[in-house]
């Protein structure tokens, strides 16, 4: 005869199979450099901390860091270039450009302000891509992801978002200094065609920079023609500032696009910290009810052994 708490035993083991006492698993052949003990070898250890290394993050920080550092660097050399242009050939009293002076002095303080943040923020950011990484490595070990982590990571995403839309200002207003320097160099060549050919005086081809308005109108010269345009674009001042306002504008796409990196990697990040919580949340239920069950096995064979 089989006794009600027998048959309530038999149940609960049908409707839950992964919860009975015994289970047996495959234990896996030793390889490599593990000892018997279960202590893994050099070779495993690296092999584990290379696949806990944020690759894409790594990549974003080292293209962010090298487009700052172009950027920053190549544009205050520009800039000191650029006032030693304009103080020699095309502004000689000093209160015209006084202003712009000032202007170009307080940008290059900027560009100091602006390599230490980037400096911190891509470490940051490159910290948390080791944090994410992990979170999602050890999502069914120790690893706990909490509600003030997901927010940091939604923050990060927030303002990597804002960064970027400042960044593509800048961009676009450090290709100014390129147009008016490129203007400037296909003026000269111009004169040197003109000399060649010998149709048209170079003298009548001029360049005014009092039109950009980055001078006055009433400085002195305000503009260059003929030859002594065609020296200034021979000067070491001209050709490094030129050049380097180049660098300087390709330093700040990059960073554009490290932006844009960054970007895609957090807001991917985010998402895995949000299903990772989600599965916390579904182990806790399942190791409760598992819980559960035990407690009610345990007490039907207490029924069991006492109707015996």
Known sequence: VITRPEMEIGRYHWMYRSSRPHRYHHVPALRGNISPLGIQGCFECCIKCLGGVP????????????????FCGCGHVALTGTVSILEQHFSTNASDHALLSEVIQLMQYVIYGIASFFFLYGIILLAEGFYTTSAVKELHGEFKTTACGRCISGMFVFLTYVLGVAWLGVFGF??????????????????????????????QVC??????????????PGKACGPILENICNTNEFYMSYHLFIVACAGAGATV???IHFLMILSSNWAYLKDASKMQAYQDIKAKEEQELQDIQSRSKEQLNSYT
Request: some cysteine; proline content about 5%; aromatic content about 12%.
């Open 257 to 259: 696009i490290a932006l």
């Open 55 to 70: 690759y894409a993050s790594l990549v974003a920080t080292i293209l962010c860091f090298s487009g700052v550092a172009l």
């Open 207 to 220: 360049v005014d920079i009092r039109q950009y308005g980055i001078i006055p109108w009433n400085a002195v």
């Open 174 to 203: 450090s290709a100014v200094p390129v147009f008016m320097f490129y203007n400037i160099w296909s003026t000269c060549e111009v004169i040197k065609s003109l000399q060649t050919n010998m149709t048209v005086p170079g003298d």
